[in-house]
T-cell receptor
Framework: AQSVTQPDIHITVSEGASLELRCNYSYGATPYLFWYVQSPGQGLQLLLKYFSGDTLVQGIKGFEAEFKRSQSSFNLRKPSVHWSDAAEYFCAVRYGGSQGNLIFGKGTKLSVKP | GAVVSQHPSRVICKSGTSVKIECRSLDFQATTMFWYRQFPKQSLMLMATSNEGSKATYEQGVEKDKFLINHASLTLSTLTVTSAHPEDSSFYIC???????????FGPGTRLTVT
């Protein structure tokens, strides 16, 4: 079955430190990949997405992600974390083009130490 | 732009009663709306997809008679949980997609507690 794995349930980093959130997907066909952020009381906000082309994609809020087909991964990175980045982060994959459904990982909660 | 709201944000109801959750696209016309359910520390699970004016398409394992979805206009979809039970307690999230745009916009979610 198609699935998305986010191996880290909770990560704590110090403000100003770099961040990498891991995401692996299970299926071999070309996926559409997404990262969303969810803050308390807020809807999921799209950070970035990958459909094709350059495997390093830039998103909002200083985030970037790299698609590595050989590792079936789409890890999210940020060089310097801000306290406002504390939130829940979800990786998602979609197959079947624009009509496919999103499949979400379980999320990684990010805490930021001052 | 592309804001989706949900109402209510929290609701508590008694077992056996029905509760309705609204999902609205505030500044765009949503040809397709999605309803998800999220359990604590779990991923969002798609419950159903609805196109305006059509019957919703439910995912496998989702009871269509229990979770009634109506998408009567291009800006409003409703999810009604009928004869609610404590196991229906969860976080329900809707999203909306407009025609020709390959992105879903998510609402803030509704926390349902059935006592």
């Amino acid at each position: 079955a198609q699935s998305v794995t986010q191996p880290d349930i909770h990560i704590t980093v110090s403000e100003g430190a770099s961040l990498e959130l891991r995401c692996n997907y299970s299926y071999g066909a070309t996926p559409y990949l997404f990262w969303y952020v969810q803050s308390p009381g807020q809807g999921l906000q799209l950070l970035l997405k990958y459909f094709s082309g350059d495997t390093l994609v830039q998103g909002i809020k200083g985030f970037e992600a790299e698609f590595k087909r050989s590792q079936s991964s789409f890890n999210l990175r940020k060089p310097s974390v801000h306290w406002s980045d504390a939130a829940e982060y979800f990786c998602a994959v979609r197959y079947g083009g624009s009509q496919g459904n999103l499949i979400f990982g379980k999320g990684t909660k990010l805490s930021v130490k001052p | 732009g592309a804001v989706v709201s949900q109402h209510p944000s929290r609701v508590i109801c008694k077992s056996g009663t029905s509760v309705k959750i609204e999902c609205r696209s505030l500044d765009f016309q949503a040809t397709t709306m999605f309803w998800y359910r999220q359990f604590p520390k779990q991923s969002l699970m798609l419950m159903a997809t609805s196109n305006e004016g059509s019957k919703a398409t439910y995912e496998q394992g989702v009871e269509k008679d229990k979770f009634l979805i109506n998408h009567a206009s291009l800006t409003l979809s409703t999810l009604t949980v009928t004869s609610a039970h404590p196991e229906d307690s969860s976080f329900y999230i809707c999203s909306a997609r407009m025609a020709g745009v390959d992105e879903q916009y998510f609402g803030p979610g509704t926390r349902l507690t059935v006592t």
